[in-house]
């Protein structure tokens, strides 16, 4: 069985930093896309940033380009989310979700924004930024 566990969320003030954590374990698979998704108060999830195997591929909401930085580290199961210059706007449940099933590499990049494109979610970590 597969267990996606997100950390590092918490309360910080405009402009502040925090440290998103995902760790995965159980069955020893190659996680071909590890992605994070959020969802805010009477919103719908939505795609934040998505990184492939070879961390080759990287894809961003565009409202977090130049502030968020997706990275991973294999040997560790763990993909990592460093968000920094947050906003009241960035305030939601951060969702990590894992991708098993293999993909060709040409059709990463136009998948990893998409929901259903992962097998795998945790149960999410709050971020709360206050103004």
């Known amino acids: 069985q597969v267990r996606v566990v997100e950390s590092g969320g918490g309360s910080v003030q405009t402009g502040g930093s925090l440290r998103l954590t995902c760790a995965v374990s159980g069955r020893t698979f190659a996680a071909y896309i590890m992605g994070w998704f959020r969802q805010a108060p009477g919103k719908e999830r939505e795609f934040v940033a998505a990184?492939?195997?070879?961390?080759?591929?990287?894809k961003y909401l565009d409202s977090v380009k130049g502030r968020f930085t997706i990275s991973r580290d294999n040997d560790k199961n763990t993909a990592y989310l460093q968000m920094n210059a947050l906003k009241p706007e960035d305030t939601a449940v951060y969702f990590c979700?894992?991708?098993?099933?293999?993909?060709?590499?040409?059709?990463?990049?136009?998948?990893?924004?998409?929901?259903?494109?992962?097998?795998?979610w945790g149960q999410g970590t709050q971020v709360t930024v206050s103004s």
């Open positions: 990184i492939s195997w070879s961390a080759n591929t990287k």
């Open positions: 979700a894992v991708r098993e099933r293999v993909i060709t590499p040409q059709y990463i990049e136009n998948s990893m924004h998409l929901n259903h494109e992962y097998d795998y």
